[in-house]
């Protein structure tokens, strides 16, 4: 057998592990989110369908299988059903620029099969492709994503779709800028657009997180924001919009919407976990571990992120289009491009004068927090001013 035939198959083999593994974590995390909400709101939650009612996804599985799939006569059909796919594809394939444990060794019973055909001696990455340009990968299928989302709300010839549809596309255009600069930081620092070495550089516990905290909020919050989870989710507003760019669905085909969603969820908290939470690492312990126990750890790691959505999402309410807008603009966009400056600072404060490279960057996180500080107390001072100013008017 070819090497190149070897290949071929040893990525289809991991592209549809990991397609499958994605796709069961969707059920898993629609009850979990259940469960989430009602401990929340101090109810019970689905607890009818098996034991605390971990079979109600498969109920709602069935459910959406047997239901017809109703097509309204006034949409054009062919994008109105090709809209779902192109939301769900690039969701999954986003996963294989994914690194989900170390490498598999040579001496494992797999690693020792394609060893013996001179094929993967060093052991098979966990990961489908390892590219050069790896994070721009990620940034291509986040942006074709939301064709998916505007085909909805134009093919379905509804005005509320529509709506839904455009309000999609400005929230991932202002949110992608301040997103990008976020990991613009982290490529400044690592010097690389390989997410595995990436994961790689960040092993023996020194995490991208600990240095570069504000740069992972903004990034959590516009990754937040790109998946059109609440308190951004205003592309599917009930109390304004019907349903969304999704109104006119029915079937497995509105099903679908949702599990590119929760795709979308899972894949999100997995870039943030390669660059800012070391991946599978686990504070050099990775370095003596067996790979399916690193893939455990990134599981975990992941699981933590999903967990810290779905708590997002039950706690703050949704925000008015203005507010998102604001957000994104006004706040994280000044804010993650300071971030980019004070980071070069730092960079180039320990390659010409030699300062140790985590307190330069330290010392600008620092900084960033104290200027955003200051400016909304001047901020608040000015408004207290002006009210006080409008009130002696009257």
Request: with cysteine.
């Amino acid at each position: 057998m070819s090497t190149l035939l070897i290949q071929i198959v040893v990525a289809l083999a991991k592209a549809l592990f990991i397609i499958l593994l994605v796709l069961t974590a969707v059920p898993i995390l629609v009850w979990a989110e259940r469960r989430v909400s009602a401990w929340m709101q101090d109810r019970h939650g689905p607890n009818r369908v098996g034991p605390a009612g971990l079979l109600q996804p498969i109920a709602d599985g069935i459910k959406f299988l047997t239901k017809e799939v109703l097509i309204p006569a006034h949409v054009d059909r062919k994008l109105y059903l090709a809209a779902p796919v192109i939301l769900l594809v690039p969701s999954l394939m986003t996963g294989a620029i994914i690194p989900w444990s170390k490498p598999i060794p040579a001496d494992s019973a797999l690693g020792g099969l394609l060893s013996a055909v001179n094929w993967a001696p060093d052991g098979i990455p966990f990961q489908v492709a390892q590219i050069n340009v790896g994070v721009l990968y990620f940034f291509a299928m986040a942006s074709l994503a939301v064709y998916g989302i505007i085909l909805a709300g134009w093919a379905s010839n509804n005005k509320y779709t529509l709506l839904g549809g455009l309000r999609a596309s400005a929230q991932v255009i202002s949110y992608e800028l301040s997103l990008g600069l976020a990991i613009l930081s982290v490529l400044l620092i690592v010097g690389t657009l390989q997410l595995n070495t990436i994961v790689e550089w960040q092993a023996g516990g020194m995490w991208m997180v600990f240095a570069q905290p504000v740069t992972w909020v903004i990034f959590t919050i516009a990754a937040l924001a790109e998946t059109n989870r609440a308190p951004f989710d205003l592309a599917e507003c009930e109390q304004e919009l019907v349903g969304g760019y999704h109104t006119e669905y029915s079937g497995m085909t509105f099903a679908t919407f949702f599990l590119a969603e929760y795709a979308n969820m899972t894949m999100s908290a997995a870039l943030n976990v390669c660059l800012f939470w070391g991946g599978y690492t686990f504070f050099g312990l990775e370095q003596i571990l067996p790979w399916w126990i690193t893939f455990g750890i990134f599981l975990a790691k992941v699981a933590a992120f999903l967990f810290l959505f779905l708590l997002i999402r039950w706690t703050f309410p949704r925000f008015r289009y203005d507010q998102l807008m604001r957000l994104g603009w006004k706040m994280l966009l000044p804010l993650a491009l300071g971030n980019v400056v004070l980071t070069a600072l730092g960079l180039a404060a320990h390659e010409m004068w030699g300062v140790p490279l985590w307190p330069a960057l330290i010392v600008g996180q620092v900084a960033l927090i104290g200027g955003v500080a200051l400016v909304s107390v001047m901020r608040t001072k000015a408004e207290s001013a002006g009210s006080a100013e409008s009130q002696a008017r009257a």
